[in-house]
């Protein structure tokens, strides 16, 4: 995943992370809560619910970055500051509703008496019928996440304590304006190193800024034309050429008839530039 969003960040293109962040990526920004303050909260609130006994935990899976770091902080705080209640599970319903309900069903069926019940994930219309399928709706402490259609009655009705919920939209805002913020720094910084082109004093039959060009690619005898712009116009697959792009460099100034060459990924590239226009402004 990680080797994907490098190539992805290196076309170009913006990645965010949605929930379970996936931290030393090249990433622009993680949209979601601090998963391990929400697994302390969730402990420090079934701490005070529970004086003393066993703690059912769900999680949807554990290879899951957000639920590893939500138990991580559920533990924290349970050894610290609770150390009378015990830890059951976690249990994995895989944020299946049915298989979360078979999880939790066997967790009650097969544990003893259980004080409460922690789900890390989702899945939460599972834990509600398991609890009502074993009558232990309303008599176990249970703090779940999200809240959906499910969650919000399971809370009217008693069966559900506490929803942590992360407030999507909030957090995309917040998101969206640390990238403007980002990108506004970006500008200012391409603005700051920008340098003014003056058409008339460069030789018209030279490769420039705004110019059309032809050229044709000697490996493959491919003919390409390509528009002289500036970075934040490129877009190569639409024939505009960075000029701070290795080919873009290579043709910057040059005339026609002339070999460039270029190293690229692939290897080494050769070009012969057939023509040369100036762009209608």
């Known amino acids: 995943m990680r080797a994907a969003i490098e190539q992805a960040s290196r076309r170009g293109i913006i990645v965010l992370t949605l929930v379970s962040d996936l931290q030393q990526s090249a990433r622009r920004d993680f949209i979601g809560i601090d998963?391990?303050?929400?697994?302390?909260?969730?402990?420090?609130l079934l701490g005070r619910f529970c004086a003393v006994g066993r703690i059912g935990v769900v999680a949807g899976?554990?290879?899951?970055?957000?639920h590893q770091q939500r138990l991580e902080g559920f533990r924290q705080v349970l050894a610290e500051e609770f150390p009378r209640l015990e830890i059951i599970g976690p249990v994995e319903g895989y944020d299946n509703d049915a298989r979360t309900e078979a999880a939790v069903a066997d967790l009650l069926k097969h544990h003893?008496?259980?004080a409460g019940l922690y789900n890390l994930g989702a899945g939460n219309?599972?834990?509600?019928?398991?609890?009502?399928?074993?009558?232990?709706?309303?008599?176990?402490r249970v703090i779940a996440h999200e809240l959906?259609?499910?969650?919000?009655?399971?809370?009217?009705?008693?069966?559900?304590d506490v929803v942590l919920d992360q407030n999507p939209d909030l957090k995309w805002t917040l998101a969206r304006r640390r990238w403007v913020d980002s990108r506004i720094q970006?500008?200012?910084?391409i603005l700051a190193n920008a340098e003014v082109l003056v058409g008339s004093n460069l030789p018209p039959d030279q490769v420039r800024f705004n110019t059309l060009v032809k050229v044709l690619n000697l490996q493959t005898g491919k003919e390409c034309q390509?528009?002289?712009?500036?970075?934040?116009?490129?877009?190569?697959?639409?024939?505009c050429l960075s000029t701070a792009s290795p080919l873009g460099r290579a043709l910057m100034g040059r005339a026609r008839g002339d070999r460039v060459e270029v190293d690229t990924p692939a290897g080494r590239r050769s070009y012969l530039i057939l023509e040369i226009e100036m762009d209608a402004v």
């Open 61 to 66: 899976s554990l290879g899951l970055v957000d």
């Open 125 to 140: 219309a599972g834990l509600i019928a398991a609890l009502d399928g074993t009558g232990r709706a309303g008599k176990v």
């Open 35 to 44: 998963n391990v303050a929400a697994g302390r909260t969730a402990a420090s």
């Open 186 to 189: 970006e500008l200012q910084q």
């Open 148 to 160: 959906t259609d499910a969650s919000r009655d399971a809370l009217e009705r008693g069966t559900i």
């Open 226 to 239: 390509f528009k002289m712009v500036g970075p934040l116009e490129a877009d190569a697959r639409n024939g």
């Open 112 to 114: 003893g008496p259980v």
